[in-house]
């Protein structure tokens, strides 16, 4: 890979996905070298052509694939799940008690650990009376390898290990000794859609009450990051909340959010 190939792939990537590789040139050649030996590419400049040529997308969604990293688990960052269950939604219980309606979108979901976790708290909190609510929860992401996954909903012991006993028990079904899946009460809470958060513009027609987008902001330059901040606050109901990951923060000068704890926003 030529310094000019790389530099127009990292162009490329920032551009329509936000993500900057530029500091990730090996990781870049390592995760994407054998691909192109195996598909016959004589070269990064001969693939790049083919993913600008492919206007269906799905070539440039597999790069994205391969070159993102999709780290997560259940009960990451756990502080935010207490702060949503023991503030946020005794809030949204009262402001949303006429229509029973609350708008949460999982935001860079990855392989669907978040949105379920949330989801299972909902379910907790609300008990024999979630039948008469609309909690649904929108969990997208860029990646259709990690989505696929996420909607599968299958996990193995290790990681449902982290959640508590009562919940293994009651949102999970033994698939084998080592796998466990959500159970379909908990899975048709979540709709897992593939979006790329560079958009233009959200072409939501609601706004959100809770928009989690963390640990994903990380990989954008202060540019990218402002522009998505100020969507996601366009896109926030009065009142709503956004939470970002621990090791993220938001530039007072240029979110209109306020902080109301470490990492979380509201508006």
């Known amino acids: ?69 999709n780290h997560t688990y259940f009960m990451r960052e756990n502080q935010h799940f207490d702060f949503f269950r023991d503030h946020v939604l005794p809030q949204l219980e009262r402001v949303c008690d006429k229509k029973k309606d609350m708008g949460i979108w999982s935001a860079g979901c990855s392989t669907g650990e978040e949105p379920y976790t949330l989801a299972m708290i909902i379910g907790d909190y609300f008990g024999a009376l979630k039948s008469n609510w609309d909690t649904s929860i929108l969990a997208t992401d860029i990646s259709t390898k990690v989505l696929d996954r996420a909607a599968a909903g299958i996990y193995g012991r290790e990681t449902v290990n982290s959640l508590p006993e009562a919940w293994r028990k009651k949102y999970f079904t033994v698939q084998s000794g080592e796998s466990f899946k959500v159970c379909d009460k908990i899975r048709k809470e979540v709709i897992f859609r593939r979006f790329n ?25 202060n540019e990218t990051k402002r522009e998505l901040v100020n969507k996601f606050y366009e896109s926030t109901e009065e009142g709503g909340y956004l939470f970002i990951g621990h090791s993220e923060s938001l530039n007072r000068e240029d979110s209109k959010y306020r902080c109301v704890m470490p990492a979380v926003y509201r508006k």
């Open 1 to 69: 890979m030529t310094e000019e190939e790389f530099i127009d792939l990292v162009d490329y990537v920032r551009q329509n996905y936000g993500v900057n590789l530029i500091h990730k040139k090996s990781l870049v050649s390592g995760r994407l070298i054998n691909y192109l030996a195996e598909n016959n590419f004589s070269s990064f400049t001969d693939y790049m052509n083919h993913i600008r040529a492919d206007k269906t997308g799905r070539s440039a969604a597999a790069m994205i694939d391969r070159l993102t990293t």
């Open 197 to 221: 958060l560079m958009t233009s513009y959200f072409p939501f027609k609601r706004k959100f009450h809770v928009i989690f987008c963390r640990n994903v902001m990380i990989y954008f330059d």
